[in-house]
């Protein structure tokens, strides 16, 4: 059973930062790439930054050059640091595999930018 649980979300100014964390149980999880996604209200939910297992990151153009995702398979864990936060970051992130499995999706955080 794997279960991510994605922490780290909050509100913040536009240009300010945010470190958001997903811890992952399982044993499973060293062996797949992962990904951070984000949904806003009515709108589908996005990819916005992926690592594979061994390190290799790719990136939305909308957060590239701003954001970083880092893995610690020995520590099950995946964060996304985000900085020069916009208001179009606004939304519900989430973690999960990439490409994601349907059945592990968490409840995600919520970052709200905003002045």
């Known amino acids: 059973q794997v279960q991510f649980v994605e922490s780290g979300g909050g509100l913040v100014q536009p240009g300010g930062s945010l470190r958001l964390s997903c811890a992952a149980s399982?044993?499973?999880?060293?062996?797949?790439?992962m990904g951070w996604y984000r949904q806003v209200p009515g709108k589908q939910r996005e990819l916005v930054a992926s690592i594979t297992s061994g390190g290799r990151t790719t990136y939305v153009d909308s957060v590239k050059g701003r954001s970083t995702i880092s893995r610690d398979n020995a520590k099950n864990t995946v964060d996304l640091q985000m900085d020069s936060l916009k208001p179009e970051d606004t939304a519900v992130y989430y973690c999960?595999?990439?490409?994601?499995?349907?059945?592990?999706w968490g409840q995600g955080t919520q970052v709200t930018v905003s002045s």
């Open positions: 999960n595999f990439a490409p994601p499995w349907r059945a592990y």
């Open positions: 399982g044993s499973i999880f060293s062996i797949y790439a």
